[in-house]
């Protein structure tokens, strides 16, 4: 069965292309940029920090050979951290208000961090999870990066060979999926050694689904942890043992990229950057830190930042100054000698006179974290936090007293500022007028996944988080799955609808309908194949489990450019009911 799945995959391919070309020559002394980003690792699942429950030396040395910020702040999930490394803003500026169903894309007309290296010249490649936006001209060959290799959505549902793209092709992955995007992370650089490259490596562990391979597993299966979180008896030990092996898994993947760097003689020509994008995804060690992801608070949003340059940075620094994910556009920019030409005022300002000179003079600073309505302000000493509570940071790092009546200037102070903040940045936050895309000048398919679409009657998602669930039981005529969508690029489509149909006496006969136009096709054989993740499981998820989804031929529709609402229907549903369905995929055949 997998052959066959594989071969449909590969007869599906078109060649891919890239809207964006570099402009300029990059300078002969311009540096490569690696990025790491890793997802739902928190501040404290590192043993350079301390804990003792896990082994992390590859990642331990980038801060030991570079600069430790060690009060770096990003957002408390996931989208609206990877948005604000993208364009040096504060999230909701780009729009981004959710981790799903459209409010994780990034606004178009914002310029990104690989926008301006692939303009200076740089090769540039994305490699691992996205989750700032799906369609065309949101996905990540829109925004700068000429190479992608990953998935846009904001969680995958099975790690072991699942289905990935590849720039404008859907391929089944290999092996592991940390293993596999690092992979192709090494094959980029190696291939572009002789170029300045920006490649940025965003591993979606250890977020949920618990899955590790065994090699790592074995380490923490019956493993004590002397090391536990500040209220023990709400830690799931099992859930800490997983997260925690994901995280040696990491740590042996980055290993890899630091030895390629060596042995292509070209570590001391690159800048390596580590950092996470929120909290800790369970309650487990974190330093006695208050809150986890999602929250606002220190131990919600304080991450590692370790920036690492031989010979340019200083090694074996330690910097307590506040710094932030809005930063690190700026920041790079300016070690890579690049001057940023954006439409937009930045949030962030660059560290790097502080990186390569630590004793430069620190300003005053506010960091703003925002989530669910939810504003925390951090100055270098205190933290206001959304309930007005605050804290002295540096007395009562783990926010036990509220000391608002003891400092009640700078709480004023801060108080005032949350609430120009909010005044200022959140008020065009939710953005509603974002129809899903179909058709792009620069990309031959387009991916409208169920996650972004809604349904009527008793259809269901397979979970209630929708980043990689699928819709079930369809049982009625009367009920549609239908998405918003705008069509950029008049031509002709061919429509591939991903599902599973089982075994009847006869086959569901489908309708999609757009702007009055209607294409029918009956599915005309079955394809039910079992559920996926359960065996690989270490602890039990919360999130849909998976299955081999099938590319059926619906047929080609002509369109125009035009908005409204794309539906599809079932004109005949046999007993057994219809389809599962996962995504329609559109591929441009013809255009004017």
Known sequence: MKSIVFLLLILLGLGPQCPLHGDQEPRPSSPNVLVILTDDQGWGDLSIHGNRNLSTPHLDSIGSEGV???????????????????????????????????????????????????????????????????????????????????????????????????????????????????????????????????????????????????????????????????????????????????????????????????????????????????GPNGN???????????????????????????????????????????????????????QLQTAESLDGMSLASWLTKPSTPFPDRL?????????????????????????????????????????PEISQHLSQAAEEWRTSVLKDLKAKDRPFTIGDPHHLQTLLPVRDARATGQIQRSNRFPNDAYFTEWHRTEDEIHWPVEVRRKGTYEVWLWQTTPQGESYPLLELEFQGQRLRARIDEPWDPPLLGADQDRVKRQESYVKVFKPFPMGRMKLTKSTGTLRLKALELPKTGGPDIRWLEWRQVTSP
């Open 284 to 338: 487990r060690w974190n330093e006695g830190m208050k809150g986890r992801k999602g929250s606002t608070d220190e131990g919600g949003v304080r991450s590692p930042l370790f920036i690492r340059w031989p010979g340019k940075i200083p090694a074996g620094k330690r910097m307590a100054h506040i710094a932030s994910v809005i930063d690190l556009m700026p920041t790079l920019a300016e070690l890579a000698g690049i």
């Open 367 to 407: 960091i703003f974290s925002h989530w669910n309505n939810k504003v925390s302000v951090r100055n270098q000493r205190f933290r206001l936090d959304h309930t007005t509570r605050l804290y002295d940071m540096w007395e009562d790092p783990t926010q036990q007293k509220d000391v608002s009546s003891q400092f």
């Open 68 to 278: 430790i910020m060690d009060r770096f702040f990003v957002c408390p999930v996931c989208s609206p951290t990877r948005a604000e490394f993208l364009t040096g803003r504060y999230h909701p500026r780009g729009g981004v208000y959710s981790t799903s169903a459209g409010g994780e894309r990034l606004n178009l007309g914002t310029t990104t961090i690989a926008e301006a290296f692939l303009e200076a010249g740089y090769k540039t490649g994305m490699f691992g999870k996205w989750h700032n936006g799906t369609q065309p001209p949101y996905h990540p060959r829109s925004r700068g990066f000429e190479t992608f290799y990953g998935f846009t959505s904001g969680h995958w549902g099975h790690y072991f060979s699942p289905l990935l793209e590849s720039n404008d092709q859907i391929v089944p992955g290999s092996g592991y999926i940390n293993d596999d995007v690092t992979e192709h992370a090494m094959t980029f650089i190696k291939d572009h050694q002789e170029r300045p490259f920006f490649c940025y490596l965003a591993f979606n562990t250890p977020h949920s689904p618990m899955q590790v391979p065994d090699t790592y597993w074995s380490r923490f299966e019956d493993k004590e942890l002397p090391m536990r979180h500040r209220d023990p008896e709400k830690e799931n030990l099992d859930h800490t043992r997983a997260a925690l092996a994901m995280c040696e898994n990491i740590d042996w993947n980055v290993g890899r990229l630091l030895k390629l760097l060596d042995q292509l003689s070209l570590a001391e020509d690159t800048i390596v950057v580590f950092f996470c994008d929120n």
